[in-house]
């Protein structure tokens, strides 16, 4: 699976949209994108995923570069129940591969008053 | 339906006694995966099953851990003996298709 790299920390105020970049350049043809995030003391949570269209739904959205090097998850008005830690993972999807999610350090998302 | 649940939720031992930790994932999953998160080391995946077989289990620490799956709406992870280097947060998580589904942890503390 091709690594991935995050900004440790970033910070948004609450009702605004918080833009959380991932790259991840070496991701091959098959590899999807997927993002988690773990709030404190929970189990990490799925957000969304995709391969290389942009893709919405009723949580965030997720921008992938046409190149595929890159993406950033949208969270379009952020609340302070967004605070979290958010993982952006690339991954191959396949019977042999079963859903093994490797999870990096992720970006601490916190969302001030 | 109820999520992945996991028992117990909290787990306080000595060292050198035997834990099992227990999950329950959900109905019509046919993926199950153990999960350890320490600071250290993070959120790391230590074995997982498909339709109750273990398929990779590269990520148990060594011999003390050991993790059974005798149906497909049960599955058990034992630590024996254990040593304060195991305390962590355990976490189980169930899939059917690409999305996995993670339950609320157990946090074992080893003394």
């Known amino acids: 699976d091709a690594k991935t790299t995050q900004p440790p920390s970033m910070d948004c105020a609450e009702g605004r949209a918080a833009n959380l970049p991932c790259n991840h350049s070496t991701i091959s043809g098959n590899e999807y994108v997927y993002w988690y995030r773990q709030i404190h003391s929970q189990g990490p949570q799925y957000i969304i995923h995709g391969l290389k269209n942009n893709e919405t739904n009723e949580m965030a959205s997720l921008i992938i570069t046409e190149d595929r090097k890159s993406s950033t998850l949208i969270l379009p008005h952020a609340t302070l129940r967004d605070t979290a830690v958010y993982y952006c993972i690339v991954r191959v999807w396949g019977e042999t591969s079963g859903s093994r999610l490797t999870f990096g350090e992720g970006t601490q998302l916190t969302v001030n008053p | 339906d109820a999520g992945v649940i996991q028992s117990p939720r909290h787990e306080v031992t000595e060292m050198g006694q035997e834990v099992t930790l227990r999950c329950k994932p959900i109905?019509?999953?046919?993926?199950l995966f153990w999960y350890r998160q320490t600071m250290m080391r993070g959120l790391e995946l230590l074995i997982y099953f498909n339709n109750n077989v273990p398929i990779d289990d590269s990520g148990m620490p060594e011999d003390r851990f050991s993790a059974k799956m005798p149906n497909a709406s049960f599955s058990t992870l034992k630590i024996q003996p254990s040593e304060p280097r195991d305390s962590a947060v355990y976490f189980c998580?169930?899939?059917?298709?690409?999305?996995?589904?993670f339950g609320p942890g157990t946090r074992l503390l080893v003394l």
């Open positions: 109905s019509g999953h046919d993926y």
């Open positions: 998580a169930s899939s059917l298709t690409e999305t996995q589904y």
